[in-house]
């Protein structure tokens, strides 16, 4: 929030779409402010003529009834994100700062690929959605109605399945095609303001008692004053002079000052969009990253949380296989284990009344969880939080506490129809190193056969066939086993001889031949640093 004359609530609006559905031309129409990365000024936008990077405008309006008291005029910073399939880890770190979201749909082409990421990625960070049709001066007079009608129609059925369902809908044309030379001006963008005020909500702004986190989008020098950070206030506040840190770089500097839209400010908080100078700092070492209070965000190599996958996404998601993994602007590759609660632990759970129904416990690296071969679809069987995921970084990301992450396939062809977001879910609990990975009690259920040799007495038999002769008695003694002859279960209490061979008790006695097999079946922990099999 900028307090002066008038107090200013900044809200930050992400333009989503696909390639060349008119994002930049509407952020420009709308826009009165304009950052240093706004409407494609990188050499290289202009050269191929589409958005690259981020870009940054705004524009400023009075404030609604409902937001009488909060502020007396509302920002709204367009965050331009492109629309190119290749730069999908800019698209979601533009997303992760946004409080409103626009998906623009050419309504000449309707929903294509980058749309529905973009619909995706909307529903994972953003709660509300604005649908803007782009490009209703191409639709010929004629039949412009019934088209709209249709447009509505298809949008409408594709929305139904997402918290998006009911989300308001406009057609503009941002920027009309030249008639005789004459640029004719905008269509639609009284009624899309309107909308856009009518839609957003005084957003949940945290204390700015709590750590300040701010995600740097661009970096650039000044010559005569130093570097300047531009990006978003994600937690806290800045005044200047204040102490900040930068993690990668482990670098500490003084904020020595601040402008939002090339207007000074002294402070800003949650939610501004700003830009921060300081002085000794090389620009060319930071494109994107984390600022923050000293000491608060650290390095990880290894995370897990709650994991949900993403139901466009129609592949396999194995474990041990490699993923990219987004966190804010930070995209790495990632080695990715899945686990579960048990059936008979999630029974448990639900029929407790210490969790309320459909609300699961978070992850506690205390408790057992079973080992799953690949990710599971949300379903009656795998209930939203059951699931969970060890990430393992190929290289240490910086990563506030409580993050979004949302792993990718952004190895598939760029030019396929198929969704590349597989799976997103909220940090809960970070490694510093991979060493504290041992301690994950994440089991396979496992079951060993082997033969009888002989009978000692009606109480103990010899076994054979199950152990290799160098496998260490340690790691079987005291093990039940079972009888697939008759279901007695008896407890292997040594090794026999040095061929692997292991004498077993039956404590109820009752043994009279040596039909059958012995079942072991027992528990291995995937990460253990120790092989010994547990009951």
């Not at 050419?106 to 980058?114: E, R, S």
Request: charged residues 25%.
């Amino acid at each position: 929030m900028e307090t002066g004359v008038s107090r200013i609530l900044n809200l930050n609006l992400g333009i989503l779409g696909h390639i060349d559905s008119g994002k930049t031309s509407l952020a420009k129409a709308l826009s009165t402010l304009h950052s240093t990365a706004s409407f494609d000024k990188s050499p290289q936008s202009q050269e191929r003529g589409i958005t690259l990077d981020l870009g940054f405008s705004a524009f400023l309006v009075d404030k609604p009834a409902d937001f009488e008291g909060a502020c007396d005029k509302i920002q709204f910073t367009l965050v331009d994100c492109p629309g190119h399939a290749s730069l999908i880890r800019t698209i979601i770190g533009g997303a992760s700062i946004i409080d409103l979201m626009m998906l623009v749909v050419d309504i000449t082409k309707g929903i294509q690929t980058q749309t529905a990421e973009g619909l995706v990625i909307g529903e994972i960070l953003c709660d509300r959605l604005v649908v803007v049709l782009n490009k209703l001066d191409l639709v010929p007079p004629a039949d412009r109605a019934k088209h709209v009608e249709r447009m509505r129609a298809g949008l409408r059925k594709t929305l139904a399945a997402t918290k998006f369902a009911s989300c308001p809908m406009v057609e503009v044309a941002a920027s009309p095609a030249a008639a005789g030379g004459t640029q004719p001006p905008p269509v639609g963008l009284s009624e899309l303001v309107r909308t856009l005020l009518a839609t957003a909500a005084l957003p949940e702004r945290t204390s700015a008692e709590r750590p300040f986190v701010f995600a740097v989008d661009h970096c650039f020098a000044i010559k005569g004053q130093g570097s300047v950070m531009t990006g978003t206030v994600l937690s806290g506040s800045v005044e200047l002079n204040q102490t900040i840190e930068l993690p990668r770089l482990k670098l500490q500097k003084k904020v020595k000052s601040m402008q939002m839209f090339h207007r000074p400010v002294q402070r800003a908080s949650q939610g501004d969009r700003v830009g921060i100078c300081v002085t000794q700092l090389d620009s060319k070492l930071l494109e994107r990253g984390l600022v923050a209070d000293p000491g608060y965000i650290s390095a990880i190599q290894a995370a897990v949380m709650p994991v949900q996958k993403i139901r466009f996404f129609k592949g396999q998601i194995k474990t041990r296989s490699k993923v990219h993994v987004t966190v804010g602007h930070e995209t790495v590759m990632a080695t990715v284990s899945f686990f579960a609660f048990s059936k008979a632990h999630l029974e448990r759970l639900r029929q407790t009344s210490a969790h309320p129904v459909g609300v699961l416990p978070g992850f506690d690296v205390s408790c057992e969880y079973e080992f799953r071969d690949e990710l599971s679809e949300t379903n009656d069987d795998n209930p939203a939080g059951s699931q969970f995921v060890l990430i393992e970084f190929e290289s240490e990301v910086n990563c506030p506490p409580n993050s979004v992450i949302i792993g990718s396939r952004l190895d598939t062809d760029i030019h396929s129809k198929a969704c590349r977001l597989a799976f997103f879910g909220k940090l809960s609990h970070p490694f510093a190193d991979k060493a504290g990975i041992a301690k994950l009690r994440i089991f396979k259920l496992k079951t060993k056969e082997g033969g009888i040799d002989r009978l000692v007495d009606d109480r103990t038999l010899i076994g054979k066939n199950m152990f290799k002769k160098e496998t260490p008695p340690d790691l079987y003694v005291n093990l039940k086993v079972q009888r697939s002859s008759n279901g007695d279960v008896g407890t292997i209490e040594s090794s026999f001889g040095k061929s692997g061979k292991f004498k077993v008790v039956f404590p109820n006695g009752g043994q009279t031949d040596t039909h059958g097999t012995l079942v072991l079946h027992f528990k291995k922990y995937v990460f253990s640093e120790t092989k010994k099999l547990i009951q």
